[in-house]
């Protein structure tokens, strides 16, 4: 191998090494699996779209919440809450056996946001008890995200066929928390997966009553791409090898 390959390569890797997606010291999270208390989520009197739990508050309890680590499994459990502040009613509509809905991602006070709280985290693999209200009473915020999509609208539709389950996504931009810049996880702007099983009333019309969830749960999967830089380098480290 001559000096210049030598330098190349010595560059390459400190590059790779310098960016996001090769730091040792942090792992990518492929996914967050959250099961949430019971909750209303449609407020038919301010027609729009708030989780909030029995007695009217808008944080709900995650009675577990588990996050995929990229190239493992679930490989963190943490308990918390979630809070999701009101969007407004865009559409609604009831055809078809499906009551269907689009909030647009602002309200009265402002861009919609979504906050998850986790009070315990536990490394699954080791069994080892990241922190827990002990060492930081007041939990510590996982992330905080924005509501968007690219037409002004976050089209989470709730569906269902006159049964009692309700879906929908939605993408968020995430704007603070420990998974944008903490020191042991990373996560890059995500789509939200929202499941609301055991619902009641079971056959809804034109979402014209609040909603009740008695099985709510939330996925959320990232749904970026690597940087260009990030690619490019990539692709030189495969050249430079190759020609090795």
């Not at 588990?66 to 502040?85: K, L």
């Not at 939605?170 to 042991?184: E, Q, V």
């Not at 009333?201 to 749904?223: C, E, G, T, V």
Request: proline share 4%; glycine share 10%.
């Amino acid at each position: 191998m001559n000096i210049r390959n030598v330098v190349l390569k010595g560059l390459f890797i400190s590059l790779l090494i310098s960016t996001p997606f090769a730091s040792a010291a942090l792992k990518y999270v492929d996914a967050i699996d959250l099961d949430l208390g019971e909750s209303y989520f449609f407020n038919n009197a301010a027609q729009q779209f708030v989780l909030s739990n029995s007695i009217g508050g808008s944080e709900v309890a995650i009675d577990v919440g588990n996050i995929h680590v990229a190239g493992g499994g679930w490989d963190y459990s943490f308990e918390g809450s979630i809070v999701v502040t009101a969007s407004d009613l865009f559409f609604k509509n009831t055809s078809g056996q499906k009551a269907q809905a689009i909030f647009t991602n602002t309200n009265p006070s402002g861009t919609a946001v979504v906050s998850i709280i986790a009070t315990t985290l536990r490394d699954k693999i080791t069994s080892t008890i990241i922190f827990d209200p002990v060492s930081n009473p007041g939990g510590v915020v996982l992330l905080t995200a924005e509501m968007n999509d690219s037409d002004s609208r976050w089209l989470l539709s709730e569906t269902g066929d006159y049964t009692n389950v309700f879906y929908g996504d939605t993408h968020y931009a995430i704007t603070g928390g420990d998974l944008l810049g903490g020191s042991l996880l990373r996560m890059l702007d995500f789509r939200a997966v929202w499941h609301f099983d055991g619902c009641s009333p079971a056959n809804i019309s034109r979402f014209n009553q609040d909603i009740f969830s008695s099985l709510p749960s939330l996925q959320i999967i990232p749904d970026a791409v690597p940087e260009p830089a990030t690619v490019a380098l990539l692709a030189l480290g495969g050249l430079l090898c190759r020609k090795k």
